[in-house]
């Protein structure tokens, strides 16, 4: 199999948490020697076993296995702490795997927050060599490719300054340039398209796809999941260091969105919440009440009724839903007129929203009760980030018989264009 | 099971000691080269003086010692001129203690590169150590500028040994790995032990009193003859003492002290690049 460019085999990668530097040499010395001679070891805990050990680390990955081909481009999607990062310094050999093995064809450069040894002192020209050879270049084949990467890079009028000169954005367009134009076999980003003007990123990702569709692979990370559903051909999901999901990107995507409850009785009160939220006034349950599924039709009205306590008086209370695209990013707001509720009371309301110019597709809900401050700003007495998931359902009837892309086109359907007139031109 | 030969990495944990990856050195060769310029570019940045400090530095040592220990002392030296005792001392002193010091904190001032991207790390001293070569080298030359001068004059104490002359690259090398070799151990050792860092700047300023650079070893002969024989274990001894011997004629060196020292040099190397080759590969874990 020519294709295979990258094989991660059952990788495994444990730390050791807690203070790591506390040993002394002294203390290390005789553990070791205890154990040259088969005895106990003298400072470890009395009665400690393997697996209170066990207790000490953290399993950053776990037999993760994962086949990458030419041509791939793979998204990388998970949390904070899941395991991206341990997973790309591993394929980058900045560290080792603590089990497993891991396979690579070719050259891999790495874009783990680019500008990696860039000296403010030399000029960009010395930096692109010195980058170039950190990357595993040599000098002439960084000569060779010097001025497509100057070009790339846009800054071509101060290649010559020293990059302590530059700003920030002209480092990472240089940064980017050069890693990008090494042609790795496997080229590893990790959100690097923070910074940099707009214009530059649709450049990066348009030069990443390029990549990918020379037969090379790209290795993508990064929280920002438009760019990722834009660039990837295929997606994986890691939870809490776990492999659970290798295929599409939507498929990735939706299990980093949330797995949101799709029941029609939500209990709310057991969800977690943003620090001091529910406490004064909070939402306990979240009844479904006109549908038998999740569904809806385009332009519905979706029911619910929303059960609450109070222990505080607010006579101006207000309900807001904030929706949540396949992107996971904010769709759409809606909120209620203001209502009110008495301090030691259980409080139910029943509520209609209006589903209309929303696309099809399917929706997180985040729900929070708050009042509006004379500053005109929202103050929060309770927030549920992820109350669940609705579908709103295909009918291209509704849009005159097109099919709905939200990757194209968005979440919110405008009302039609309304043609005024028309004449024919001579 | 796959074959390792279809594949250009195989990634594994870490089981043997041995795992040494000279191959991968050799193929970053471009960076060493590109390290080093960057040394010399950087290092005399946004001074007045810029490079001649490579030779202030020495010279001003050199008097130094020749003031404090040849004068007001009043040390012995071979009968040499005091000038160009010293200067020999310390010139090869400085070039040792270079290569020492500054390749001792590799993992320490480089974790933020290492961190991010992979190289073999062993670009890294090495570079470090090139450039305390050709550092040494411009020194080297005054030092040959002067010992001609002086062994023009009539009636010169100062006789340069040819057939010992042509030992200088063998003694530079073994000076310069002698350097490495102590300098990566510690490297490696202060990843987990941070207080040797402190250490080394004492170390060897205590070091270079235990060796002859601000006297002669002939002088630990005569007047402590039963410490002579430990005192020449000292590997940087005969290498001095040799040094000496062939540019300037004075004191001589034993073979045997010789032959140990390059065996001690051999042994350090060979210690110092296996510990730096386990460290480098999980020390970001660590550091």
Redesign the interface.
């Known amino acids: 199999m020519e294709d295979r460019v990258l094989e991660i085999d059952n990788v495994s990668k444990e730390y050791r948490l807690g203070q790591l530097n506390g040993r002394t040499l002294q203390a290390d010395v005789a553990s070791w020697f205890a154990r040259l001679r088969g005895l106990e070891d003298p400072n470890s805990k009395i009665g400690a076993d393997p697996a209170r050990i066990r207790g000490e680390t953290l399993m950053a990955l776990r037999d993760v296995s994962l086949n990458v081909n030419r041509g791939d481009a793979l998204a990388i999607v998970g949390r904070n702490g899941a395991g991206k990062s341990t997973l790309l310094k591993l394929i980058s050999r900045i560290t080792l795997p603590t089990r497993g093995e891991i396979r690579i064809r070719g050259k891999v450069a790495s874009l783990l927050e680019i500008g990696t040894g860039f000296h403010p002192d030399l000029t960009g020209r010395d930096n692109i060599y010195l980058n170039g050879a950190i990357l595993g270049m040599s000098r002439a084949e960084t000569a060779a490719r010097m001025k497509r990467i100057i070009e790339f890079s846009e800054i071509e009028p101060f290649i010559d300054t020293p990059v302590k000169r530059y700003s920030s954005g002209m480092y990472v367009k240089l940064a980017f340039a050069v890693a990008a134009n090494l042609s790795p076999d496997i080229l590893i980003c990790d959100e690097v398209l923070a910074v940099g003007d707009l214009a530059f990123q649709q450049k990066c990702l348009s030069k990443m796809r390029d990549v990918a569709q020379e037969g090379r692979a790209v290795l993508y990370v990064s929280h920002n999941l438009r760019t990722v559903a834009e660039l990837c051909n295929r997606g994986v999901f890691l939870d809490a260091g776990r492999l659970t999901c290798d295929g599409t990107v939507d498929r990735a995507i939706e299990l980093y969105g949330g797995t949101g409850a799709r029941d029609l009785d939500r209990d709310l009160n057991a969800l977690p919440r943003p620090k001091r939220r529910g406490e004064a006034i909070r939402m306990h349950t979240m009844r479904i009440t006109n549908t038998e599924s999740i569904e809806y039709e385009m332009d519905g009205v979706m029911r619910f009724a929303l059960e609450g306590t109070a222990t505080i008086s607010e006579p101006l209370l207000r309900l807001r839903v904030t929706l949540f695209g396949s992107l996971a990013s904010p769709a759409a707001m809606t909120q209620s007129p203001p209502f009110e509720v008495r301090a030691g009371e259980r409080f139910k309301i029943d509520i209609a929203m209006p589903l209309d110019g929303l696309s099809p597709g399917e929706y997180g809900m985040k729900l929070s009760l708050l009042a509006l401050t004379p500053q005109g700003k929202s103050s929060y007495y309770d927030t549920v980030e992820d109350a669940g998931k609705f579908i709103i359902s295909e009918d291209p009837a509704v849009n005159d018989g097109f099919r709905w892309s939200v990757r194209k086109w968005g979440n919110f359907r405008m009302n039609p264009l309304q043609l005024q007139s028309q004449e024919v031109l001579p | 099971m796959?074959e390792d030969k279809?594949?250009?990495?195989?990634?594994?944990?870490?089981r043997r000691w041995l795992d040494i990856d000279i191959k991968g050195v050799y193929?970053?060769r471009?960076?060493i080269?590109?390290?080093v310029?960057?040394y010399f570019?950087?290092i005399y940045?946004q001074t007045v003086l810029g490079p001649l400090w490579v030779l202030l530095q020495p010279l001003l040592t050199t008097t130094i010692f020749t003031v404090v220990f040849g004068t007001i002392a009043g040390l012995p030296t071979d009968g040499m001129p005091k000038f160009l005792f010293y200067m020999a001392g310390s010139i090869l002193w400085q070039f040792f203690s270079g290569c020492l010091t500054s390749t001792s904190n590799t993992f320490i001032s480089n974790r933020?590169?290492?961190?991010?991207?992979?190289?073999p790390r062993l670009c890294m001293p090495i570079s470090t150590v090139v450039s305390q070569l050709l550092n040494f080298l411009v020194q080297f030359a005054v030092f040959v500028g002067l010992v001609a001068v002086y062994a023009l004059q009539p009636g010169t104490a100062v006789k340069p040994n040819g057939a010992l002359i042509t030992l200088t690259p063998l003694l530079l090398l073994q000076l310069a790995l002698l350097g490495l070799g102590f300098g990566i151990i510690v490297s490696a050792?202060t990843t987990?032990?941070?207080?040797l860092a402190m250490l080394v700047g004492f170390g060897t300023h205590l070091w270079m009193y235990f060796s002859p650079v601000t006297y002669s070893s002939s002088m630990v002969s005569q007047r402590f003859p039963q410490w002579a024989r430990l005192y020449q274990l000292n590997p940087i001894t005969p290498i001095i003492d040799l040094f000496r011997a062939a540019w300037l004629g004075a004191g001589s060196a034993s073979a045997r002290y010789m032959g140990i020292s390059a065996g001690l040099t051999l042994l350090v190397l060979f210690l110092g690049v296996m510990l730096f080759s386990h460290t480098e590969?999980?020390f970001?874990?660590?550091v």
Request: net charge positive; no cysteine.
């Open positions: 796959h279809h594949w250009d990495i195989v990634i594994r944990p870490r193929q970053y471009d960076l080269w590109l390290l310029k960057r570019t950087l940045r933020n590169l290492f961190g991010k991207v992979y190289f050792l987990r032990y941070r207080d590969k999980t970001m874990d660590t």
